[in-house]
């Protein structure tokens, strides 16, 4: 391990001056790159929604969209035709999902944060 003066030398070698730049302290802003790392980083515990869940029901490339809840075990499927029918096409795949599970839920609690269904958008 090099010793601080080593480290200071090789600093100032690159280009850099060591201690130039002052830390950060709990009164100072973080910085932009932190908070954008933080809002596009993923949570450890979430699980990746599907590709096509993103999609606008235009560009969905299949003809039968199916969607599953994760708490109940129900399957819900549409013909994409209706779903266009019925909600537009430029709804997203994960909007008309949400709908169709919350319209027909069998788990009320009554409790906001826990009420509804979990979907899970899986390939036909």
Same mark, same amino acid.
């Given at each position: 391990m090099p010793t601080p003066k080593q480290? &200071?030398?090789l600093a100032s070698?690159?280009?850099?001056?060591?201690?130039?730049?002052r830390p950060l302290g709990p009164q100072d802003e973080m910085p932009e790159e932190y908070w954008r =790392?933080?809002?596009?980083?993923?949570p450890a515990d979430a699980e990746p929604v599907g590709r096509s869940a993103g999609l606008r029901l235009s560009e969905l490339p299949q003809h039968?969209?199916?969607? =599953?809840?994760?708490?109940?075990?129900?399957i819900v499927e549409i013909q994409k035709a209706d779903a266009?029918?019925?909600?537009?096409?430029?709804a997203t795949w994960k909007e008309v999902g949400q709908r169709l599970l919350n319209n027909t839920c069998q788990s009320r609690t009554g409790r906001y944060e &826990?009420?509804?269904c979990w979907?899970?958008? &899986?390939?036909?």
């Open positions: 480290m &200071e030398k070698s690159m280009g850099h001056r060591a201690g130039q730049v =790392s933080i809002l596009d980083d993923c039968v969209l199916r969607v =599953s809840c994760r708490r109940c075990g129900r266009v029918r019925l909600y537009g096409q430029h &826990e009420d509804g979907p899970a958008f &899986e390939p036909v």
